[in-house]
């Protein structure tokens, strides 16, 4: 089945540096990757994803990248302020179904 | 409010008792997802119903059920509990068709065992 391991398990940056979590998964059958933003206590959130047929995605501050060849996927934050603080999952699909990186507590210092 | 309603908020309960989590997906999605979500640890897929019959099983304990009911509301049952079983569990809804779009989580179950 599909596994997905993700780096750094945590990740602490100054406000307004760049933060860059990455993921690797197995199952070249692939094709969806969110990431999701859990603040302490709250619900995994959508934050972006990206489908295999595309390499980039931007949204504001926020960019994911793609490399299907080697089967990655990077989650990068420009600009970061505190409230980006939180736990982030790179996700890959396999099937109809979700499987979770185990995550990175990102900490954003002012 | 993302749609997606999972009562209780919380529970605390006794090792070898048996909960009743329930979960009503986001109008308009068949699909419904189980994951717990231990302390320090990641999303862990438990099971997947899809328009009240069984898709995927993840990792799942034999002592844990589900179930997904006509109105499209899903239960899951936590049996013979244990210190261990103590977690978040969430429950997310996904919408259907030829792209899988992602999921929406409900708020969780904070499951205490004491």
């Known amino acids: 089945g599909e596994n997905v391991e993700q780096h750094p398990s945590t990740l602490s940056v100054q406000e307004g540096d760049s933060a860059v979590i990455k993921c690797t998964y197995s199952d070249s059958a692939s094709n969806y990757f969110p990431w999701y933003k859990q603040e302490l206590g709250k619900r995994p959130q959508l934050i972006i994803d990206?489908?295999?047929?595309?390499g980039e995605k931007k949204d504001q501050r926020i960019a994911v990248t793609l490399n299907k060849t080697a089967k990655h996927f990077s989650l990068h934050i420009t600009e970061t302020q505190p409230e980006d603080s939180a736990v982030y999952f790179c996700?890959?699909?396999?099937?109809?179904?979700?499987?979770f990186g185990q995550g990175t507590e990102l900490s954003v210092k002012p | 409010d993302s749609g997606v309603t999972q009562t209780p908020k919380h529970l605390i309960t006794a090792t070898g008792q048996r909960v009743t989590l329930r979960c009503s997906p986001r109008s308009g999605d068949l699909s419904v997802y189980w994951y717990q979500q231990s302390l320090d640890q990641g999303l862990q897929f438990l099971i997947q119903?899809?328009?009240?019959?069984?898709?995927a099983k993840g990792n799942i304990l034999e002592r844990f059920s589900a179930q997904q009911f006509p109105d499209l509301h899903s239960e899951l049952n936590l049996s013979s509990l244990e210190l261990g079983d103590s977690a978040l569990y969430f429950c997310?809804?996904?919408?259907?068709?030829?792209?899988?779009?992602?999921?929406?989580f409900g708020s969780g179950t904070r499951l205490t065992v004491v």
């Open positions: 996700a890959a699909n396999q099937g109809g179904k979700l499987i």
């Open positions: 119903y899809y328009n009240g019959e069984e898709r």
């Open positions: 997310a809804s996904s919408g259907t068709g030829a792209t899988f779009g992602g999921y929406t």
């Open positions: 990206i489908r295999s047929n595309v």
